[in-house]
């Protein structure tokens, strides 16, 4: 239920960019709302993987994805919710395989920090532009705002569809809110397996 919650609560504020300035940055061609939710699917996804193994964090993950396709067209648009369910069973599972692969390594931060990474350059990839590029309007309206040509993340002389700049921004606040949720993923780990486990996890 907690991966159904935060990918609905990401499709509903992925629609809404981030209406600040930051010096020269206008923020709201560099970054939406949803950047800052959905990296905690990978946390999810990759605490459930250490957990239960990977057959069970592919199901939490297929669980999560039907109840938020289902949940995400109450909130958001339905293009949104199908770029939202493609991106994410595609980038979800590639984090579960990425993870397993890397899970035995000495380094307990490595499998999650990884995982999370390339999983993330995936999703974000896929989601921005099925959501938002003027060529896959097939599956719904092109939102004007988006495929407005502006500077390149909003300071480059460059011109690029505003949706361009949103995908470089929202990856690059999904890295940084990966590492920072290493923390809370050490933590987790500590909490609910034995110390010697949690050193070598």
Do not use: C
């Amino acid at each position: 239920m907690a991966m159904a919650v935060i990918v609905m609560a990401s499709n509903f504020l992925v629609q809404y960019p981030v209406n600040y300035t930051l010096g020269p940055l206008v923020l709201s061609d560099l970054l939406t709302w949803g950047a800052f939710t959905y990296p905690v699917a990978f946390l999810v996804t990759d605490f459930s993987n250490r957990q239960f193994g990977p057959a069970r964090a592919r199901l939490i993950v297929l669980t999560g994805f039907v109840l938020a396709v289902a949940l995400s067209i109450f909130v958001a648009t339905p293009r949104i919710a199908i770029a939202s369910g493609s991106a994410f069973i595609v980038a979800q599972f590639m984090d579960v395989s990425i993870f397993n692969r890397l899970r035995h390594q000495p380094r307990w931060w490595q499998a999650p920090l990884v995982s999370s990474a390339l999983s993330s350059i995936l999703d974000t990839a896929l989601f921005f532009a099925l959501a938002f590029a003027a060529v896959f309007s097939v599956l719904g309206a092109n939102d004007a705002f988006a495929i407005e040509l502006a500077p390149l993340i909003g300071v480059f002389s460059l011109e690029v569809p505003r949706w361009a700049s949103w995908a470089l921004g929202d990856l690059g606040v999904k890295l940084l809110v990966s590492i920072l949720l290493l923390v809370p993923y050490r933590v987790l780990l500590g909490l609910f397996q034995s110390p010697a486990i949690a050193a070598k996890s």
